[in-house]
């Protein structure tokens, strides 16, 4: 066999789970390295949060073009060149997986290429075209993320696509069919509408974006009916034919067989944990039915020295729950007493107008037996979301009745997604209605109806 290298810490896998870990345990002092088989950064950066964002900030400015006319502008002839949106996609991926990859080898971490297998508790083997190398390591974090989900009868292909598919093609779809109405699902498809392209989500469930309160998906899809997307609930997908330059989609709604014909079908079921396929079993590393890897408060599996993070563990498949995961491992492998505490993970959805929710919202604060206290405040009654044009949507603040200690904040409207770091900041820091309402806020920002919910909450609102 090869000669083994030495490494503190190996981590396996570049998402921002596994290149946040690497960079902490780094700054902690460890000899780090990290394994990719594919493109530094992972599914965030190459093929999921990012490119999708790109092409959603692409969609938002086209449509804003169209309508700036209210605002006195004029523009004539507003035209969408799709490849050269693409190329911006690109453009917004490279710099920040280049990015990436400066603060890897800033800090010291050896980037190896290729794809690990574990051999044991303190070894793994890293293959690539032209060799393989074995690692031996005190500690290892893994880090190897998840993929789409297949359904039966819905084979990957040219026209049927998975999430990196649809963020990859070469021409602008006339018509598209979503399968799955989950936040990746609702995101793709309203970015293609705004496009201008024909869309309709076929969704299991009884609605779409089950995750958020009803009230806040009752603006989304609002907003979805106006760029005419259709949706479709409790629609079981059957089948695809594929043709030449087209896909007809059989679904089954209350028993009724239809068919939908468009250039191209998305399916967005859901993404299972890369566990199956890196030597775990071996190790005796204890998983759950689902294939999660089983972690206690530091990321730690049974196997003492092997840590799991991100996407292959319990919880939310989110980026910033990745890397949250990461530093408390890496701080964890270094000996400090860092442990995670998922009171606060903020969950966004970048449709027009964003969806984003953290902590607990007023149903599942009473679930849990806390007596609630609630305010609502419309962006309509906010001066700065007047000036923006940005009128649909409201914040909500939930908190314990008997001292107004802040347990959760939801929000639909314009720039949610930043917004909610505030009643984050508030959960954490447990702060009270008193506080946020008390707090000077810039005017005239989106940020005051955060204040005023908490003022609407205890009774007192200036501005309603
Ligand atoms: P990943 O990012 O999946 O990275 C794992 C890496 O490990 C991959 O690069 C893979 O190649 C590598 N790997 C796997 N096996 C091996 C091996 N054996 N050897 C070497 N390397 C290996 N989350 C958000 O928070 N916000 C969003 O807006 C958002 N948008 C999304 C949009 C889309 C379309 C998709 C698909 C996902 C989105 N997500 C979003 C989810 C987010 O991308 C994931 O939660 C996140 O990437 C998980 O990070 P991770 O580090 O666990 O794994």
């Given at each position: 066999g090869d000669f083994p290298i030495e490494v503190d810490t190996l981590v396996v896998g570049s998402g921002p789970g596994g290149y946040v870990a690497a960079i902490r345990a780094a700054q902690l002092g460890q000899k780090v390295a990290?394994?990719?088989?594919?493109?530094?950064?992972?599914?965030?950066?190459?093929?999921?949060?990012?490119?999708?964002?790109?092409?959603?900030?692409?969609g938002e400015r086209f449509v804003q073009a169209q309508e700036a006319d209210d605002m006195g502008i004029e523009v004539k002839d507003v035209k969408l060149d799709f490849s050269q949106a693409m190329k911006y996609k690109e453009s917004v991926v490279n710099r920040l997986t280049g990015g990436v990859e400066g603060l890897l080898k800033g800090n010291k971490v050896e980037i190896i290429k290729g794809e690990a297998y574990f051999n044991d508790a303190n070894t793994a083997r890293v293959m690539n075209e032209d060799s393989a190398q074995t690692y031996k390591f005190k500690n290892a974090i893994i880090a190897t993320g998840s993929r789409p989900v297949e359904i039966p009868g819905f084979a990957y292909s040219k026209r049927v696509l998975n999430s990196t598919g649809a963020l990859s093609l070469e021409k602008l779809p006339k018509k598209l069919v979503v399968i799955?109405?989950?936040?990746?699902?609702?995101?793709?498809?309203?970015?293609?509408?705004?496009?201008?392209?024909?869309?309709?989500i076929l969704e299991g469930g009884k609605d779409i974006l089950l995750g958020f309160e009803k009230q806040m998906t009752a603006i989304v899809k609002k907003g979805l009916k106006k760029k005419d997307v259709e949706i479709v609930t409790e629609a079981l997908a059957k089948g695809v034919e594929e043709?030449?330059?087209?896909?007809?989609?059989?679904?089954?709604?209350?028993?009724?067989?239809?068919?939908?014909?468009?250039?191209?079908?998305?399916?967005?079921?859901?993404?299972?944990?890369?566990?199956?396929?890196?030597?775990?079993?071996?190790?005796?590393?204890?998983?759950?039915?689902?294939?999660?890897?089983?972690?206690?408060?530091?990321?730690?599996?049974?196997?003492?020295?092997?840590?799991?993070?991100?996407?292959?563990?319990?919880?939310?498949?989110?980026?910033?729950?990745?890397?949250?995961?990461?530093?408390?491992?890496?701080?964890?492998?270094?000996?400090?007493?860092?442990?995670?505490?998922?009171?606060?993970?903020?969950?966004?959805?970048?449709?027009?107008?964003?969806?984003?929710?953290?902590?607990?919202?007023?149903?599942?604060?009473?679930?849990?037996?806390?007596?609630?206290?609630?305010?609502?405040?419309?962006?309509?009654?906010?001066?700065?979301?007047?000036?923006?044009?940005?009128?649909?949507?409201?914040?909500?603040?939930?908190?314990?009745?008997?001292?107004?200690?802040?347990?959760?904040?939801?929000?639909?409207?314009?720039?949610?997604?930043?917004?909610?770091?505030?009643?984050?900041?508030?959960?954490?820091?447990?702060?009270?209605?008193?506080?946020?309402?008390?707090?000077?806020?810039?005017?005239?920002?989106?940020?005051?109806?955060?204040?005023?919910?908490?003022?609407?909450?205890?009774?007192?609102?200036?501005?309603?």
């Amino acid at each position: 066999g090869d000669f083994p290298i030495e490494v503190d810490t190996l981590v396996v896998g570049s998402g921002p789970g596994g290149y946040v870990a690497a960079i902490r345990a780094a700054q902690l002092g460890q000899k780090v390295a990290i394994v990719e088989k594919d493109e530094l950064g992972g599914v965030c950066l190459n093929v999921g949060c990012i490119p999708s964002k790109a092409l959603i900030s692409v969609g938002e400015r086209f449509v804003q073009a169209q309508e700036a006319d209210d605002m006195g502008i004029e523009v004539k002839d507003v035209k969408l060149d799709f490849s050269q949106a693409m190329k911006y996609k690109e453009s917004v991926v490279n710099r920040l997986t280049g990015g990436v990859e400066g603060l890897l080898k800033g800090n010291k971490v050896e980037i190896i290429k290729g794809e690990a297998y574990f051999n044991d508790a303190n070894t793994a083997r890293v293959m690539n075209e032209d060799s393989a190398q074995t690692y031996k390591f005190k500690n290892a974090i893994i880090a190897t993320g998840s993929r789409p989900v297949e359904i039966p009868g819905f084979a990957y292909s040219k026209r049927v696509l998975n999430s990196t598919g649809a963020l990859s093609l070469e021409k602008l779809p006339k018509k598209l069919v979503v399968i799955g109405g989950g936040y990746i699902g609702t995101e793709l498809g309203s970015a293609y509408a705004n496009l201008g392209t024909e869309v309709t989500i076929l969704e299991g469930g009884k609605d779409i974006l089950l995750g958020f309160e009803k009230q806040m998906t009752a603006i989304v899809k609002k907003g979805l009916k106006k760029k005419d997307v259709e949706i479709v609930t409790e629609a079981l997908a059957k089948g695809v034919e594929e043709k030449d330059d087209e896909v007809k989609v059989t679904y089954e709604v209350k028993g009724e067989e239809k068919t939908i014909e468009a250039d191209y079908v998305l399916v967005t079921v859901g993404r299972r944990p890369n566990t199956d396929e890196i030597g775990l079993e071996g190790v005796g590393i204890e998983m759950t039915d689902r294939g999660l890897i089983k972690v206690d408060k530091q990321g730690r599996t049974n196997v003492p020295n092997i840590y799991a993070i991100g996407d292959v563990v319990e919880g939310p498949q989110l980026a910033h729950k990745a890397s949250y995961e990461a530093k408390v491992a890496a701080e964890a492998i270094s000996g400090e007493k860092s442990e995670v505490d998922y009171i606060a993970i903020p969950a966004v959805c970048f449709t027009s107008p964003e969806l984003a929710t953290v902590g607990l919202s007023e149903d599942q604060a009473k679930e849990e037996g806390y007596e609630v206290i609630a305010g609502k405040f419309p962006y309509a009654a906010n001066g700065r979301a007047l000036a923006l044009g940005a009128t649909e949507g409201f914040v909500k603040i939930v908190a314990r009745k008997e001292d107004g200690l802040i347990l959760g904040g939801q929000i639909v409207g314009a720039n949610a997604s930043d917004m909610i770091s505030e009643f984050g900041i508030a959960i954490e820091a447990g702060m009270t209605l008193e506080d946020m309402a008390m707090t000077i806020h810039a005017h005239p920002t989106l940020g005051e109806i955060a204040m005023e919910a908490a003022e609407v909450a205890l009774g007192k609102p200036i501005h309603m």
